[in-house]
């Protein structure tokens, strides 16, 4: 399983965009991305996931580039209720993935 | 998607005492996870628990300390033995599932916030 590498904390205002970059720079062939969101007591919560290029869903954008040895979150206009751990996670999604959580970012978003 | 339901939500136990987590999925899994996450802390993968066979233990945890149980594909339990105020943490179930190869993602319980005193 890859390594990753996230900042330990980020902040930022409401209304504004957030980038989270997460390295991995050991990234293998069969290896997806996974972002998952965890807010103080409850369990940690699927965001976006994603191979190469560009993915967005309603929630989220996750930002790949070709060599994929980083990935970047994007979450646009972020609210007080935003704030939370981002984990970014890299591993093989066939046959059976283990998911290990790295260290994570903890986004404080202030009014 | 998938619902899971963890109990009990949080407990209080005396050292040298078990306590059994039980995990119920809404829908039929092949693999379990259960994770543990101390207080600030990311999650830490204690084992694998498969219908059928035994759990597949991560590096520092042991079957006679988190003996788990899997009796069919949407239950299992994990149980803390022999307790100590180190094991005070938040003890998670997850599960995963997709369609194909994209789309997998792992889904959680609320946790059972366990305290030894």
């Known amino acids: 399983l890859a390594k990753t590498t996230q900042p330990i904390s980020m902040d930022s205002y409401e209304g504004q965009e957030v980038n989270i970059t997460c390295s991995h720079n050991?990234?293998?062939?069969?290896?997806?991305i996974t972002w998952y969101q965890q807010f103080p007591s409850q369990g940690p919560r699927f965001i976006i996931q994603?191979?190469?290029t560009k993915v967005t869903n309603e929630v989220a954008s996750l930002f790949i580039p070709a060599d994929r040895k980083s990935s970047t979150l994007s979450l646009p206009r972020v609210s007080l209720s935003d704030t939370a751990v981002y984990y970014c996670l890299v591993g093989d999604i066939t046959g059976g993935f283990k998911t290990i959580f790295g260290a994570g970012t903890r986004l404080f978003v202030k009014a | 998607s998938a619902v899971i339901s963890q109990k009990p939500s949080r407990d209080i136990c005396q050292r040298g005492t078990s306590l059994t987590i039980q995990c119920q999925v809404d829908?039929?899994?092949?693999?379990m996870f259960w994770y543990r996450q101390q207080p600030g802390q990311s999650l830490t993968l204690i084992a694998t628990?498969?219908?059928?066979?035994?759990?597949?233990?991560e590096s520092g945890f042991v079957i006679d300390k988190f003996p788990i149980s899997r009796p069919n594909l949407t239950f299992s339990t994990l149980t803390v033995s022999n307790m100590s105020p180190e094991d005070s943490s938040i003890y998670l179930c997850s599960v995963e599932t997709g369609q194909g190869v994209e789309n997998t993602e792992a889904f959680f319980g609320q946790g059972t916030r366990l305290t030894v005193v």
């Open positions: 829908s039929q899994v092949t693999m």
């Open positions: 994603g191979y190469k």
């Open positions: 628990a498969n219908q059928g066979s035994e759990a597949t233990y």
């Open positions: 050991n990234i293998a062939t069969n290896d997806y």
